[in-house]
Structures are given as C-alpha cells and as structure tokens.
C-alpha cells in the first residue's frame, strides 16, 4: 500500500498507510492529523491546505483552475502549496510528503 508522510503543525513526521482513492485530506481525518476540510472536498474553502514537497510537486496532476482561486485564499501559500482534498492517493504518489501550514487562517481575515 503507498505510504503518506504528513510533517505537521510541531514537526512531528507521520508517516502512513495510504490506500489508493483517498484524498489526503481524508486521509489526514482517518490518522487524526489537524487538517480541517470544512467543505469536506467541494473546493469550497481552504482549510485542507498543504505545502507539497517540492520533490513530489511536479509528479501531481496540475491543479484546476477552481482549485488555484481557492487557494489564493489559503495563508502561508507556497509555490508548492495545494488543496489536500484534490490530491487522490495512488501506487504512483507512494512515498509522497506533504507539510502542513504552520496556521491555517485565511487571509480574507487578516486583511
Ligand atoms: S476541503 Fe474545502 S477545499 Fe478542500
């Protein structure tokens, strides 16, 4: 079964079982990693936000063009952050790493 490191909030790596079909934020649910997902995959906020490796950013599908406006909205955004609700695990992203934004409030609230 393909292997999912999350690098969370304190630094902690945890690495698990990440059945192929699953999305990394519902993945993130299952292992109790702090990823929100208030929409729960309907790219209709940006609380399921990770900054991919940048050794695995290139290997993703691209993003849409829905899922690059909700994310301007992420804080912290990276050039290698996504939407962890649009990356579907698969055999191909085994070994995959992805870090989790040191706060996840979006910017709407802090302008
Ligand atoms: S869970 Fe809301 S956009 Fe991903």
């Known amino acids: 079964m393909p292997k999912l490191t999350?690098?969370?909030k304190d630094g902690n790596h945890k690495t698990v079982e990440a059945p192929s079909g699953l999305s990394i934020m519902e993945l993130a649910h299952k292992f109790?990693?702090?990823?929100?997902?208030?929409?729960?995959g309907s790219l209709a906020c940006a609380t399921c936000h990770?900054?991919?490796?940048?050794?695995?950013?290139?290997k993703l599908e691209e993003a849409s063009e829905d899922e690059d406006d909700m994310l301007d909205l992420a804080f912290g955004?990276?050039?290698?952050?996504?939407l962890g609700c649009q990356i579907i695990m698969s055999d191909e992203l085994d070994g995959l790493v992805v870090t989790l934004p040191k706060d996840d409030v979006p910017n709407l609230l802090m302008d």
């Open 50 to 58: 990770v900054i991919v490796d940048p050794n695995w950013f290139g």
């Open 77 to 82: 955004l990276t050039e290698t952050s996504r």
């Open 6 to 8: 999350f690098i969370e």
């Open 32 to 40: 109790d990693v702090d990823i929100e997902g208030a929409c729960e």
